[in-house]
């Protein structure tokens, strides 16, 4: 059969990629790094961090500075043996199907980068080598600050000598370190240079669509703090009846929700800041966000609708079970891949929600009112839900979700309105009209 | 109403956009611009390009290649007028509702460059400068065959004294030119340069969505020659019988078109030249690519699915018209605009039809085997088609339709299989089965 795609990852069947993450300690590669495979992996595109340092730590758990300095034969040898155990780490997950292999290190010279790319070539696969360079001293302050605090280089350690020991470090790196192309005799390397976290970014010879992806998403990360904020629509007439899809109004419940919800957003995100609000096309959605302050700015997305059940359109779970037995069946056995007839699937839902976490990665606060599945998918992006997961995820009627992206994973908080409303959550196998979800998988819970 | 959007052209109400051209003559900066036009305009949002040589030509209209020496100071006074009409005209276009204005001209000098940025900024309206360097003669000197044989500068010029003349035109530009932030002191400025279009692409301070949708757009742009072959799945048996949408089987004609197709193709692709084959999701998309040559490679996108007719979805006109009287009017009225009830308008089939059009643009040769709304469409974007013709651009079945993009515009091209099929073009207000349609409508002239 001909590969399937959906408009990301075409032709992924023929592509492995290689990402080489090049730059000073500091400069927040471990961050882009994390990222880019949090959002190939969303996309079903198989991706694996290996992170040199940690194959490093099993040989030097807490080296000193100076086992940075190229002088020091015992630490480059070192060194060496770790990038070799995560290259050949990297090339057997490659055998087994992986697509891309993300290098987390420094790369930071010429001989290291060429070391990669002729490995790389030699088992055709593409080299794209990404990296952050920074001049903000800030910048590097803080990223300091939360290597010193997070790293197992420095666990145990009094914080302050840790800081002047991994300056110390950040200097031996700098004696050798060569920005891509900065001799000019790189300009045949695929590359991306992102110069203090996106105010410039260099793009060379980009050659595919995967790696043009990849390259799109890279360039609209930023790390201003903020937030985003997740609420389902309120109750609607035929959330009541338990009935799926539709296009109906609030019910009294879903009402009173629409108008305390100003109240949890002001508590959550306090009254100076500016806040954007998306809601889908559908009726529900836009009744919940109209009393928000008229100063919001309110967007619609159609690509925020909720999951188009197809000729299933309006039914309750036990006329879907009775006049679509089949179907029933398969959807439970594989709720993320089963596409309703004439309608959608998860995965096609996270394909149609691809703008939109390019648009959130781009943006401040934003508050989105949207669907149960769609905010499954979001919600799985930002809490790396696997595929058997997400579409099983309770996100209950009534409650704002704040997810806050921190440096190495999200902070969750939720906020409940104190509004009765039926549960919209289904175990599998069950026809109820409505059942509550088992607690133990229950959202609330800081993850 | 909140504004609305489908994930192209996010919050395009507050948004409005200059984007300034820069870079020597026969660089392809107009190639740019009309491309960059085009592709908004297919997404609705309005464009327009103001070329400052058009407005120097009432002043000027072929003047020697002295005139573009900056000690020429008649010279320099015409051309300084015509930038101001330009931005003037502009600036008009702006006030009434224009959200990109394309300035295509050289800029190649700061002082040009902030005086354009100053007056834009003044009227709220960001700037985002366009840089085409190329130092690769091949490509400059294949832009100047072009000019010298399309410019109207040197109309009925004898075609040697006019490259030479160009050339010399040229290098007047080269002695003030300054390429973007050369001297490091226009690092502020938003812009994106081409160098030797795409190789390398660097991006500095890009700011909103718009903005970096514009730039993927442009840093995915090539010029290497190519086509895209375009046809409809073979005649269904739900064509057959007058009825839209469905997921039906190939008809006897139709399997008939199917086994014919790689003649045709190989007829017009020629049988050394490598296709890549895109197809719905759809069965008879799928069986009407079934014998093509083994060694195309073969893809399926959702992307390129029919238009979904929601619950219309299997309909002939006349029930539609029976059934829902006022949806078949509305959707005569405004066709593009229109969406099926559960379904989706034209409106909607182009927004989902973007990331086809980026990989377009980044391909080679692509066969596309796809629907009748969808192909109008695409075909939309080639050849400028408005939202109020697209909807009704005849796309008979069994003909393969070949699009060559050329330096102004793309050329077709139709090759008819001779397989009899049904018409399933249906003029306003028409319930009938099977129509013709109006000769003076037929695709069968190339543009």
């Known amino acids: 059969m001909a590969p399937r795609t959906n408009g990301i990852g075409v032709q992924v069947e023929n592509t492995r ?45 807490q080296p000193p500075a100076d086992f940075f300095d190229t002088n020091n034969q015992e630490g480059e040898r070192k060194r060496r043996a770790a990038a070799e155990a995560a290259v050949a780490d990297m090339l057997r997950w490659f055998k087994k199907g992986g697509v891309v292999g993300i290098l987390d290190a420094t790369n930071s010279t010429k001989e290291r980068r060429k070391w990669v790319l002729d490995i790389m070539t030699q088992n055709n696969i593409e080299v794209i080598f990404v990296e952050s360079k920074c001049d903000d001293e800030n910048m590097i302050m803080m ?21 002047l020991d991994f300056r110390n470090r ?26 203090n976290v996106g105010k410039q970014v260099i793009i ?14 890279l360039m609209n990360l930023h790390i201003r703090p903020r937030s985003v904020w997740l609420s389902r629509h309120g109750e609607s007439m035929l ?24 109240e949890l957003v002001l508590e959550s995100v306090g009254s100076d800041r500016p806040l954007t609000v998306w809601t889908s096309t559908l009726k529900r959605t836009i009744a919940t966000a109209r009393h928000l302050p008229k100063h919001y700015n309110q967007l619609q997305w159609k690509a925020l609708d909720e999951l188009d059940a197809g000729v299933c359109d309006g039914m309750t779970y036990q006329e879907i079970a009775d006049l679509h037995p089949d179907d029933f069946q398969a959807r439970d056995e594989d709720k993320y891949n089963y596409r309703y007839r004439g309608g959608e699937s998860y995965r096609d839902v996270v394909i149609r929600l691809e703008p939109i976490i390019m648009e959130l990665e781009r943006s401040e606060d934003i508050l989105i009112i949207s669907h149960q599945a769609v905010i499954r998918c979001i919600y799985a992006y930002f809490m790396q839900k696997t595929q058997e997961e997400s579409p099983w995820v309770p996100v209950p009627l009534h409650t704002l979700i704040k997810l806050t992206p921190r440096a190495y994973g999200t902070e969750v908080q939720t906020y409940k309105a104190n509004i009765q409303a039926v549960s919209t959550w289904r175990g599998k196998g069950s026809t109820a009209k409505h059942e509550d979800p088992s607690p133990e998988k229950s959202l609330f819970q800081t993850h």
């Open 17 to 61: 990629i290689c990402v080489v993450m090049v730059g000073l300690p500091a400069r927040g590669k471990s961050f882009i790094a994390q990222k880019a495979q949090r959002y190939l992996a969303w996309l079903s595109i198989p991706a694996a961090t290996f992170n040199v340092g940690n194959y490093r730590r099993t040989d030097a758990p």
């Open 143 to 163: 990223n300091i600050r939360d290597v010193k605090t997070t790293s197992p280089d420095y666990q145990g350690q009094d914080p302050e000598t840790a800081a």
């Open 170 to 195: 950040i200097r031996n790196y700098e004696k050798v370190y060569k920005s891509l192309n900065e001799d000019g005799d790189e300009e045949d390397l695929t590359f991306l240079k992102i110069m």
């Open 204 to 217: 060379n010879r980009i050659r595919d669509y995967l790696q043009s992806r990849i390259v799109y998403y």
């Open 239 to 262: 959330n009541l009846e338990g009935r799926i899809g539709g296009d109906a109004e609030l019910s009294h419940r879903g009402e009173e929700y629409a108008r305390k919800l100003p």
